[in-house]
């Protein structure tokens, strides 16, 4: 089966430093899609990004950046420069193949906490 | 424009009741999804619908019933109401029942007393 671990549960760091979320999964399938979401305190779940499995290219959109790296089968998200309004839970999840369909795979969300 | 739309958005109600929670997504989307998520935030998927089909079924009570009137809807019942049940459920949908991005609506909290 499908996993997806978070190590991290909780992070608070203050604002402006730069800070890493890890994302670590297990899949047997060749051909899968890695996501993160963000959910504020106001509990919607936003989606951040989506990435192939074949595409190992990093990502970066504005302060947030994505090191995907099959070798270790991670898909790290990074905030740089964070600001009060980046706390949130996030989430990774793994798509997985499931009776043709697919659901998502989620890890257990880490909290990031930003102080001024 | 609201893209996923869920109703209510908060819910609270006795054991033992049912309850109904509505979905509907204008994106155009085929599929769609419920997930719930429990009070230690983990979130699982519960159903799947492609085209008014039911598509995944993961191992819910049978108290729990989704249903599809058109692709565009997807809502959820839920008979005899049991404090377990407390959560916060989302509705998602995609494009279609391949690898796509879901998106998911705004979650609808319920409490069950």
């Known amino acids: 089966a499908q996993k997806v671990t978070q190590a991290q549960t909780e992070i608070s760091v203050v604002e402006k430093e730069d800070v890493t979320l890890d994302c670590v999964y297990e899949t047997r399938d060749t051909t899968y899609y890695l996501f993160w979401y963000k959910q504020p305190p106001s509990g919607e779940l936003v989606f951040l990004i989506r990435?192939?499995?074949?595409?190992?290219q990093n990502e970066i959109s504005g302060r947030y950046s994505w090191n995907f790296q099959k070798s270790t089968s991670s898909f790290n998200f990074t905030i740089t420069a964070s600001q009060v309004v980046d706390s949130a839970v996030y989430f990774c999840?793994?798509?997985?193949?499931?009776?043709?369909?697919?659901?998502?795979?989620f890890g257990q969300g880490t909290r990031l906490t930003i102080n001024p | 424009d609201t893209a996923v739309s869920q109703t209510p958005k908060y819910l609270v109600t006795q054991m033992g009741n049912d309850k109904s929670i509505k979905c509907e997504q204008n994106l155009g989307h085929d599929t769609m999804y419920w997930y719930k998520q429990d009070s230690k935030k983990f979130l699982k998927i519960m159903f799947s619908?492609?085209?008014?089909?039911?598509?995944i079924n993961e191992t819910v009570p049978n108290r729990f019933s989704p249903k599809s009137p058109d692709k565009a809807h997807l809502n959820l019942h839920i008979n005899s109401l049991e404090l377990g049940d407390s959560a916060v459920y989302f509705c998602a949908s995609s494009q279609d029942g391949s690898l796509n991005t879901q998106y998911f609506g705004p979650g609808t909290r319920l409490t069950v007393l």
């Open positions: 990435r192939n499995s074949f595409d190992e």
């Open positions: 999840a793994l798509s997985e193949a499931a009776q043709g369909a697919q659901k998502l795979v």
């Open positions: 619908y492609n085209n008014k089909e039911l598509i």
